[in-house]
């Protein structure tokens, strides 16, 4: 990695090749962002008290971004979620323009699935093929909003759990089955758009790792769903 920019955050691990067979920290970054930068990221302004969709319709394709048609649904998906929370997203889009490829992330490790880089006059998202293209459309809405809650709404990662065990937020570092998604959907969209306003945008400067041990290995193999 060159060394104008910085890992902010860690792990998005996906496969087992995200810990070694000695058990130590092996570090994937999912949000990198340009230390040049003369401003850092903000907090998204706090949504209204009476949260509802935006009348105005959303720009599509390259009005929108710039990048494949086919993840064109899930970028209008985002904007539709952030504005049924009270959050138009479409001005934290632009300047710079956010771009979406698909694209091999193997450099950064086997087992990262998606990447998201700002700063240094760039917004971008890149999404691995080997995961994108063999996934089920909630997996790819998932690694989306992800993605776009580290390139848009600039959240970090959030690692905290429920007391039933579930991961508290799209944001952990690890990505959650479809079914625990779709079972508590209205909690995960409301968090994702709405926790970073309230608590603030994590430090830019901050660098975050997390750690896979055997406990987590389980988790990853129980929590994953590719249905």
Request: glycine share 6%; aromatic share 8%.
């Amino acid at each position: 990695m060159k060394s104008s920019k910085h890992v902010l955050l860690g792990l998005f691990a996906l496969t087992l090749g995200a810990c070694n067979e000695s058990n130590q920290a092996n570090v994937e970054p999912d949000w990198i962002h340009n230390s040049d930068d003369s401003t850092l990221p903000t907090p998204h302004p706090t949504p209204s008290t009476s949260p509802s969709p935006s009348a105005s319709p959303i720009p599509t394709g390259s009005n929108l971004y710039n990048g494949p048609a086919e993840v064109e649904k899930y970028v209008v998906k985002f904007v539709e979620d952030a504005r049924i929370q009270g959050i138009d997203v479409l001005s934290d889009m632009t300047n710079p323009k956010l771009t979406i490829q698909i694209a091999k992330l193997d450099s950064y490790g086997s087992s990262v699935i998606g990447l998201c880089e700002t700063g240094g006059g760039q917004r971008r998202v890149t999404f691995d093929p080997d995961f994108w293209n063999t996934v089920s459309e909630t997996q790819k809405e998932l690694l989306a909003h992800h993605e776009l809650g580290h390139c848009v709404l600039y959240r970090a990662h959030r690692s905290s759990t429920l007391s039933s065990g579930a991961y508290a937020s799209i944001m952990y570092p690890l990505i959650m089955s479809s079914s625990t998604y779709l079972n508590n959907y209205d909690y995960y969209q409301q968090e994702l758009f709405t926790y970073g306003a309230m608590e603030g945008a994590e430090d830019p400067s901050m660098v975050v790792t997390h750690v896979c041990d055997q406990k987590e290995l389980a988790e990853i193999q129980e929590n994953h769903d590719l249905k």
